[in-house]
């Protein structure tokens, strides 16, 4: 057993279901703190809801007679996971890892407690071949990113942002890969902007239409135009903008009663070529137009961000084709991630991790055979990022 699949193991072994971190965060702190590290817990939220965060650091340390600063690269993940679902579904203990044909199976195996060991093993086994670098290392991680992610990464990153900290290079452990690790990396994800509208009408008997104003019927020409609208084209690394509506709540459940009100909840997911106020003032200019009596709120769930290849992007293309041949695809889609928090303090954040086919699914699993590259490649970005730095 390799050590990054001993420790993947031992994480898994924990049942850290959101906000609870389950102890993971202090394995992982008391592996880096030999190393040099300099590991704070944060903890944040509620009472009933308390949520605890790792922020953890090794400075580096500029080469003699050079005049090049040092550089930060933060390693970024999550430690909670969704709930099993029903566990007589499971073929084994999804809290006691198992294997079988090759396959490792576990909650959160997946997503992500094997790109935090194999972070944690990159990194000592980095710092064993390079104790003097003038690369920095960071380590932050939450328990609160598949929850509401409201007391969790933004929490550590707004705390950074007002120490004046700021991260030169982020990966994040997501699992980004399709069937194989490293050929697929995330350079970007777009943004959520969610609403819901209420549209007002006059309730009434079903017989008799004219006294009463169906709201239902009223909004129905404006979701048909907000449908069919373009809200931008996309570029060269997103997909156009798109608008869907996930809940529309109307009526009082009897056949015969015309509804005062229609609730709808709607989302955006927005790229690079929109903005939240571009997309609330266009929407709110076609309810206006059919004369619609609304109510509308707005809850922004992040914003989009994007790092164009560069620095970032080129070291870990390199180190996926040096570790595996692969030549890794850049890719946007999918959903949020706690990235969107991070890009507010890093010009350069991407996603990279095990493949994604079982996340969040009874039998979560990952091939065996993945993890030790995994882990390779994460440890071949830090050494490519540290011969840049020397003088």
């Known amino acids: 057993m390799t050590r990054t699949l001993h420790l993947t193991e031992q994480l898994i072994s924990r049942a850290s279901l959101t906000p609870d971190d389950a102890g993971c965060q202090d394995i992982i702190a008391a ?28 400075p580096g340390t500029p080469a003699k007679h050079s005049s090049s600063a040092t550089e930060l690269i933060v390693f970024a993940g999550h430690t909670d996971v969704v709930p099993t679902g029903p ?22 195996v997946s997503d992500m407690k094997t790109s935090l060991a194999a972070f944690v ?8 071949a390079q104790a003097d670098t003038a690369l920095s290392i960071g380590l932050l991680l939450t328990s609160d990113e598949e929850g509401p992610a409201t007391d969790g990464t933004v929490v550590v990153c707004e705390a950074l942002k007002a120490r004046g900290e700021t991260i030169d290079y982020c990966i994040v452990g997501e699992p980004t890969s399709l069937e194989r690790s490293g050929d697929m990396i995330k ?10 509208l209420t549209v007002k009408g006059v309730q009434g ?21 907000l449908v069919n609208t373009e809200w931008d084209r996309g570029n060269d ?40 106020q571009s997309l609330q003032s266009r929407l709110q200019a076609v309810l206006e137009r059919h004369d619609l009596d609304y109510e509308l709120a707005w809850t922004v769930g992040g914003q989009p961000f994007l790092t164009t290849p560069g620095t970032l992007v080129d070291t870990v293309v ?48 990952l091939p065996v055979a ?15 990022l540290h011969a840049r730095l020397k003088p």
Not at 87 to 108: A, I, K, N, V
Not at 370 to 384: F, H, T
């Open 31 to 58: 592996r880096l703190a030999p190393l040099g590290f300099v590991c704070e817990t944060l903890v944040s939220g509620p009472a009933d809801f308390r949520v605890t965060n790792l922020w953890a650091k090794r």
């Open 87 to 108: 566990r007589d579904q499971w073929h084994s203990d999804p809290f006691t890892p198992t294997h079988r044909d090759g396959m490792l199976y576990g909650r959160g």
């Open 121 to 128: 093993v990159a990194i000592e086994e980095f710092v064993a």
């Open 187 to 196: 350079n970007g994800r777009r943004g959520t902007l969610s609403g819901r």
């Open 205 to 225: 008997h079903i017989a008799y239409p004219h006294l009463a104003k169906n709201p239902i019927h009223l909004v129905a020409p404006a979701l048909a135009e």
């Open 237 to 276: 690394f997103f997909p156009p903008t798109s608008w869907q509506v996930s809940n529309i709540h109307g009526g009082t459940g009897a056949g015969n009663v015309i509804p005062g009100t229609v609730v709808i909840d709607f989302n955006f997911r927005f790229c690079t070529e929109s903005t939240p």
């Open 318 to 365: 390199q180190a996926i084709k040096l570790e595996t041949g692969i030549d890794t695809v850049l890719s946007t889609t999918g959903g949020t991630s706690d990235g969107r928090f991070i890009a507010g303090i890093c010009a350069q954040v991407i996603e990279l991790g095990p493949t994604n086919a079982t996340i969040h699914k009874i039998n979560e699993c």
């Open 370 to 384: 993945d993890i030790e590259p995994l882990k390779n490649i994460y440890r071949r970005v830090l050494e490519n």
